[in-house]
């Protein structure tokens, strides 16, 4: 299966679900900063990347985990690749689509707003860290119930 | 292989461009352009089948709002992502569409305005055709 992992830029709030997803943030304790700003993609992708998929790694079912940037069209994206990918006859079990936007809150995207759209990558990158951290307990929460689901589907 | 016809809402110039696809046709009557498939049918995100054309292309509409460019940039990457093995085209065919199109779509709802709106849809469409034809023809030949 796949799981694909959708935020506004695949820069913050996607790149780390997936992390815990595919066991590179724990899930029993809060991570320190320096583990979330070395995480791949992480406060990286430019506005042009938006849209591209980009592969974090294997969780331990054997899931193939992307991330994926989509602004604020989630739920326009989310339909078209499951329309897309039922065209070639592949279904919804085969693929994934989750939201991990409402697991952060103001701070990250203050902070995503002025390290990617800004520029200002020495202010906004430490804001959208401690934002993270501030929430950490929404990621794991989140990449949890995908897996319980994950689990009763297979 | 597969072409796609996008626009902002998706039901109106798409459907349109890949009904004259499908048709050989230069003209639409005013009867047969109001049964044209998924016209006025807003609809984001999915990607509807219209028909095959004479080269046995299937041929598709979907309204993308202004995510066009992620939604392409992403389905393009599921298809490697899948090993999918076909050709698509994305066929962007926002020029035809036109402003205040939400408002009149909403205007068309109301009784009252519901003729005259679509006179002016087709009004505009006639205006319009000529181009229309000449776009999808040179797409065709891309196919």
């Not at chain 1, 906004?124 to 689901?149: C, M, S, W």
């Not at chain 2, 498939?37 to 999915?46: I, M, R, S, T």
């Not at chain 2, 460019?69 to 992502?81: A, G, H, P, Q, Y």
Request: charged letters at 25%.
């Amino acid at each position: 299966m796949v799981i694909i992992y959708m935020c506004y830029g695949s820069a913050h709030s996607s790149v780390v679900a997936a992390s815990i997803h595919i066991g590179l943030l724990p899930t029993d304790r809060v991570p320190s900063f320096r583990e979330i700003i070395s995480l791949p993609y992480y406060d990286k992708t430019s506005n042009e990347e938006i849209g591209t998929l980009f592969y974090m790694g294997k969780d331990e079912f054997g899931n193939e985990v992307y991330i994926v940037g989509a602004r604020n069209g989630r739920d326009i994206v989310t339909k078209a690749i499951y329309s897309f990918l039922n065209l070639y006859g592949i279904s919804e079990k085969e693929v994934l689509v989750v939201d991990a936007l409402p697991a952060i809150g103001i701070t990250t995207k203050i902070g995503g707003i002025a390290s990617r759209r800004l520029g200002i990558i020495s202010l906004g990158r430490p804001i959208t860290v401690y934002g993270i951290l501030k929430r950490y307990k929404n990621f794991v929460e989140l990449v949890t119930a995908i897996k319980t689901k994950l689990q009763k589907i297979s | 292989m597969k072409a796609i016809y996008y626009s902002f809402y998706g039901c109106y110039s798409s459907p349109i461009c890949a009904y004259l696809h499908l048709n050989e046709k230069f003209d639409i009557g005013e009867e047969e352009f109001f049964k044209i498939p998924f016209l006025f049918q807003v609809d984001y995100g999915n990607i509807k089948y219209m028909g095959k054309d004479g080269c046995g292309n299937e041929i598709f509409v979907m309204g993308v709002k202004n995510f066009g460019e992620n939604i392409k940039r992403t389905l393009k990457d599921l298809m490697k992502v899948f090993d999918i093995d076909d050709d698509v085209i994305f066929i962007d065919t926002s020029q035809y569409d036109f402003k205040f199109f939400g408002f009149l779509l909403g205007l068309r709802e109301n009784k009252i305005f519901r003729n005259a709106v679509e006179k002016f849809f087709y009004g505009y469409y006639l205006q319009k055709r000529k181009h229309m034809k000449k776009f999808v023809e040179k797409y065709k030949r891309i196919l």
